[in-house]
């Protein structure tokens, strides 16, 4: 079983930074896809950054510029650095990682974290 944990969130005013992480453990052989989605109230899931197939990286037209994703691949743990955050930025983030474990392929989310942008 694979399991993601995020961590980071929290409440910050508009034009802050917030680094979020996501930690994946298990017995993981590979990890294909690795990427942050959100989901406002009211709103669809959507995805923000990722991490793809093919080794590249992939945002959302309204983050762009402003957030950067990045992993470590020894330590299975990715990072979403957010700037100049929007109050439309406001939502529950959540990681997801699909990949091969020993169990065979694993498509797994973590628990999500909240992001609170508000003056």
């Known amino acids: 079983q694979v399991q993601l944990v995020e961590s980071g969130g929290g409440l910050v005013q508009p034009g802050g930074s917030l680094r979020l992480s996501c930690a994946a453990s298990g017995s993981i052989f590979s990890i294909n896809a690795m990427g942050w989605y959100r989901q406002a109230p009211g709103k669809q899931r959507e995805l923000v950054a990722v991490f793809t197939s093919g080794g590249t990286t992939d945002y959302l037209d309204s983050v762009k510029g402003r957030f950067t994703i990045s992993r470590d691949n020894a330590k299975n743990t990715m990072y979403l650095q957010m700037s100049s955050l929007k109050p439309e930025d406001t939502a529950v983030y959540y990681c997801?990682?699909?990949?091969?474990?020993?169990?065979?392929?694993?498509?797994?989310w973590g628990q999500g974290t909240q992001v609170t942008v508000s003056s």
């Open positions: 997801n990682a699909l990949g091969y474990s020993s169990s065979g392929l694993f498509n797994s």
